[in-house]
């Protein structure tokens, strides 16, 4: 079957993994990113398995890079005066030129020394803020965060931080839901012509809120996303399903 060109370059984040498992499905399917979650949800897991899903994860990886990717690396190589869309574009460009698949770790609302110590402890390759943090704080943590615009009728891209650059590398949407303070992986999508918007200007970005392997294609050539994010939509009964996992891959790239 031929790929479509459009989509094989499609960055896959599979998140909220919490075994082993899963995480060795998810980089065998194809997946770029795997997540796993520290704050409060029912996809939460401890220190000690995420060890165990990083030490998988490193062992499974496209090449022997070991170097720990730096923020404030990548930063630097990027001409300070560089508009919001080149430099996102620069960042997401190196950080996926790296290795894969990489390691990112889910937080919100949650103290910097914590997120710090699971970062190191782990090891992370990424911190996802996924609440309402400020950009700036993305400043204090040594490896590249990406970090969450939660998207309702009310968001306004030009009157978010969005567009900060130097701070935060990789930029996410995601729906944000109502009546909760659990932000993620709740199955709700937005209006991804919003997502197209931000598309049109050059700067790549994380989609996620509803995904499934049913709707990520189209979703991807609505919404013009440089890479889509997925937890509820690869599962049977709240626990991650290989045949979805593969799937949802395969249609996010074209395959």
């Not at 070991?66 to 300070?80: G, M, R």
């Not at 110590?117 to 704080?137: F, K, S, T, Y």
Request: aromatic share 6%; net charge negative.
């Amino acid at each position: 079957m031929s790929v479509d060109k459009s989509k094989a370059n499609v960055v896959v984040k599979t998140c909220g993994v919490q075994t082993v498992d899963a995480a060795v499905a998810a980089t065998e399917a194809g997946a770029d990113i795997i997540g796993v979650i520290f704050a409060a949800s029912g996809r939460q897991i401890d220190l000690g398995k995420a060890q165990e899903i990083a030490q998988a994860i490193r062992q499974t990886r496209t090449n022997d890079d070991t170097s720990v990717l730096s923020a404030s690396a990548i930063h630097q190589e990027i001409d300070a005066t560089a508009s919001a869309s080149r430099y996102f574009q620069a960042c997401t460009s190196r950080i996926l030129n790296s290795t894969r698949p990489l390691l990112a770790g889910v937080f919100q609302n949650q103290p910097l020394d914590h997120i710090l110590h699971i970062a190191r402890m782990v090891p992370l390759d990424l911190v996802q803020l996924h609440g309402m943090e400020p950009v700036d704080m993305a400043e204090k943590i040594p490896i590249p965060v990406i970090k969450v615009f939660h998207v309702d009728d009310q968001f306004s891209l030009e009157s978010s931080d969005l567009f900060t650059t130097f701070q935060h590398s990789i930029v996410l949407l995601d729906t944000k839901v109502a009546g909760t303070d659990q932000q993620g992986g709740k199955g709700v999508s937005f209006d991804w012509t919003l997502a197209r918007k931000l598309a049109d200007q050059g700067v790549p970005f994380l989609m996620a809120g509803g995904l499934t392997p049913e709707n990520v294609a189209r979703a991807v050539e609505v919404g013009g996303a440089w890479g889509v994010d997925v937890s509820s939509g690869i599962e049977t009964n709240k626990v991650k399903d290989v045949a979805k996992i593969r799937a949802f891959v395969n249609n996010a790239k074209g395959v």
